[in-house]
């Protein structure tokens, strides 16, 4: 047993979309895709857009049974440019992946700290806010 945790830790299992970014695969085959794995360490959701509320409802569902429950070994969550989130949807996704060190929530407009509600005692890395210009608006000026 221990040779077969130190593989699966070595290995670093994970579920990364590619440089398609997600164009074109249905959010359903996105969730089956990651409740086929038995061990995830790394889920990369970054840039799929079609991402919603509702399939990371169902996501958080499949992370709360995976590994035996509660996130299984899931240590890294990368959200970056999912647009569709909400505050409620990714502070459900959290509270199925208690063990998450890295998390990446960059870009995703709607979000606010209510996001982040949840108890994560491991996280080291955090990336939240936007990457968008910056706008300046300019006042009346004085005289």
Known sequence: RALAAYVLERRRPAFRLGAS???????ERVVQGVARRSVLVTLDLTGYVDFTATAAAKLADVLGRL?????????ALHLRGCRGLTDASVRRLLANCPRLQTLDLLDIPRLSNQALRAHLPLLATLAVGGLGRAVVAAGPRAS
């Open 21 to 27: 970014r997600g164009a074109g695969v249905p959010a």
């Open 67 to 75: 590994g035996g429950g509660r996130g299984g070994g899931l240590r």
